[in-house]
Antibody, heavy 121, light 112 residues
């Protein structure tokens, strides 16, 4: 069965960086992309970007351009999302979600459990 | 960016009754070359990740009960729960994947 298992909760100071991992299993890793979506406490869902597990191509939301990097490691079927220059409003649960097909323009069909990132001085 | 709006913000429905959630996009999410609406619906319960219910506006995900149905095209969409069950209490989001940045509606909270 498809599983996406994310790294644990993190507490960071403003200005620091965080790297969240997402270990995928139960499907052919390189045949699909991964979306990253975040959810601030009590708020809605915000798409951050997409990364191809096949070739590492990325498509980032303009809002996060220059501050986010999404990468993949095919040897361990793990996807990473690094967010830099953290601010208090980056406090959120960060989800990885498997794209339903190989290209960018697909919905997400399976989601990780989420990783809470708290930014506080 | 495509802005997604949902109505109502919340609704209370009796067990066994119908629940209807509306979603509107600021521009069409219908791709003319394949005649597909790039619109999905998700259900999220407290402390859980979103769960896919409907994609391509009206295709039910495998394993999703048939009381959930999606309809609409272009800019106006509807999620219907035909007979609300206790386990359907959740927040429901519509989501467009027609153009980046992908966007979600603000959510509709459904309770009993």
């Amino acid at each position: 069965q498809v599983q996406l298992v994310q790294s644990g909760a993190e507490v960071k100071k403003p200005g620091a960086s965080v790297k969240v991992s997402c270990k995928a299993s139960g499907y052919t890793f390189t045949n699909y992309g991964i979306n990253w979506v975040r959810q601030a406490p009590g708020q809605g869902l915000e798409w951050m970007g997409w990364v191809s597990a096949n070739n590492g191509n990325t498509n980032y939301a303009q809002k996060f351009q220059g501050r986010v990097t999404m990468t993949t490691d095919t040897s361990t079927t793990t996807v990473y999302m690094e967010l830099r220059s953290l601010r208090s409003d980056d406090t959120a649960v960060y989800y990885c979600a498997k794209g339903a097909d190989s290209g960018t323009w697909y919905y997400s069909d399976y989601w990780g459990q989420g990783a809470l990132v708290t930014v506080s001085s | 960016d495509i802005v997604m709006t949902q109505s109502p913000d919340s609704l209370s429905v009796s067990l066994g009754e119908r629940a209807t959630i509306n979603c509107k996009s600021s521009q069409s999410v219908l791709y003319s070359s394949n005649n597909k609406n790039y619109l999905a619906w998700y259900q999220q319960k407290p402390g859980q990740p979103p769960k896919l219910l409907i994609y391509w506006a009206s295709t039910r995900e495998s394993g999703v009960p048939d009381r959930f149905s999606g309809s609409g095209s272009g800019t106006d969409f509807t999620l219907t729960i035909s007979s609300l069950q206790a386990e359907d209490v959740a927040v429901y989001y519509c989501h467009q994947y027609y153009s980046t940045p992908f966007t979600f509606g603000p959510g509709t909270k459904v309770d009993i």
